[in-house]
T-cell receptor
């Protein structure tokens, strides 16, 4: 693995189903993030983690949960998917949380909820 | 509220220069980032400004004026591969990135 990976690449999901989007990084970064990107809107932060064992809520956390059991993995779970959660989801990581710590992005997961 | 404004779309000619503007109103300021995003791909980092002035990096330069809440990204000697969206993002007082909707740059031969 080089960098940050996400799975699946795309998914079509029935409303009401539970879904976990996976994210793994091999850069030993402390901070990780989940964003959603919708047409005409900027990236919006869903949840973040400053370090393994801690998580925090971003701008649009409702309907989503995360966990950070170790440094490398940061899964995002939709407990009961709704059509408004149709979006492209990006996972990102950075060495630290502040200053000039650039964020590295995974390739994204395109999710459609019907 | 927090707000990042940038033009929705711009068109430029191969070999020319283009300036993409970004204005912001945020709760605190801990730096401004520019990212490039090709269609269907992930954003990739271009530049970071935290002090006023111009930062040059090859064909790309980024300028910041904190007193005006303003930044621009300058792209010189445009190439077809520069066709992409350019995202402006500001790090607020909580060290959270606030993102603009992006500027889609179309390069014509």
């Amino acid at each position: 693995i080089a960098g940050i990976t996400q799975a699946p690449t795309s998914q079509i999901l029935a409303a009401g189903r539970r879904m976990t989007l996976r994210c793994t990084q091999d850069m030993r970064h402390n901070a990780m993030y989940w964003y959603r990107q919708d047409l005409g809107l900027g990236l919006r932060l869903i949840h973040y983690s400053n370090t393994a064992g801690t998580t925090g809520k971003g701008e649009v956390p409702d309907g989503y949960s995360v966990s950070r059991a170790n440094t490398d993995d940061f899964p995002l779970t939709l407990a009961s998917a709704v059509p408004s959660q149709t979006s492209v989801y990006f996972c990102a990581s950075s060495a630290g949380r502040g200053g000039n710590n650039e964020q590295f992005f995974g390739p994204g997961t395109r999710l459609t909820v019907l | 509220g927090q707000n990042i404004d940038q033009p929705t779309e711009m068109t430029a000619t191969e070999g020319a220069i283009v300036q993409i503007n970004c204005t912001y109103q945020t709760s605190g300021f801990n730096g401004l980032f520019w990212y490039q995003q090709h269609a269907g791909e992930a954003p990739t980092f271009l530049s970071y400004n935290v002090l006023d002035g111009l930062e040059e990096k090859g064909r790309f330069s980024s300028f910041l004026s904190r007193s005006k809440g303003y930044s621009y990204l300058l792209l010189k000697e445009l190439q077809m591969k520069d066709s992409a969206s350019y995202l402006c993002a500001v790090m607020d007082s909580n060290y959270q990135l606030i993102w603009g909707a992006g500027t889609k740059l179309i390069i014509k031969p």
